[in-house]
């Protein structure tokens, strides 16, 4: 499942740069996730990073967004291939 960035959002900036993934960018009012980007850091680290730096605890995972472990270890492997494909060109 993705992860989701709540209401309570602060606009801090800290987890941008945290996620691998440039699944985090600047909505109209407070920051978002692009479910099709997150992987709960799945590839990258054990935890989802933009949890552990947000210091309003506002990022739950996303309940309408469920994945398996190896539907999101998919997802990484998928992003990381068009990444490369990317800088290869």
């Known amino acids: ?15 941008e740069p945290e996620c ?5 960018y600047q909505g109209e009012l407070i ?4 479910p099709n980007k ?4 799945v590839g ?3 935890e989802p990073q933009c949890q552990q ?10 309940p309408a967004w469920r994945e398996t472990p ?4 998919a997802k990484y492997e998928r992003l990381q291939a068009e990444k490369a494909a990317r800088q290869g060109a």
Do not use: G
């Open 20 to 24: 691998p993934n440039d699944a985090i």
């Open 44 to 46: 990258h680290f054990n």
């Open 53 to 62: 730096v947000c210091p309003v605890a506002c990022i739950p995972f996303d």
């Open 31 to 34: 920051y978002e996730i692009d």
């Open 70 to 73: 190896e539907q999101l270890q």
């Open 1 to 15: 499942m993705a992860l989701l960035i709540t209401d309570d959002c602060i606009n801090c900036d800290v987890c």
């Open 38 to 41: 997150c992987t709960e850091c």
